[in-house]
């Protein structure tokens, strides 16, 4: 092996080792910010911890139109905060398949 050979090998060592390095230090920075988010009761911040591949707002679907910061009752269990199974249905019934597909 030349010495040229080997420097481009050394580099394109370096070069990866450096996206490595890079990749870990997103991930840190996004961890911390998630568990900041959750500590700090931040959930709109929060969302920006995840790729949007699609969005699904399922809380839209639920509301109760009379009390839009409440679950419509037809909806929910007695717990207010689990979907009976006619909310699960509508929350089914809710998402546009063509996200899962080209």
Request: charged fraction near 30%.
């Amino acid at each position: 092996m030349t010495d040229i050979e080997s420097l481009e090998k050394r580099v394109k060592f370096l070069e990866k080792e450096c996206r490595r390095l890079s990749d870990i230090e997103a991930i840190r920075r996004l961890r911390y910010k998630y568990w900041r988010c959750i500590h700090h009761s931040l959930w709109d911040d929060l969302m920006d911890c995840y790729a949007n591949d699609a969005v699904v707002d399922f809380e839209a679907v639920l509301k109760d139109p009379q009390n839009p910061n409440q679950m419509n009752p037809a909806y929910f269990i007695n717990d207010h905060l689990h979907p009976n199974d006619a909310g699960y249905k509508l929350m089914a019934d809710s998402i546009d398949l063509a996200i899962f597909g080209k």
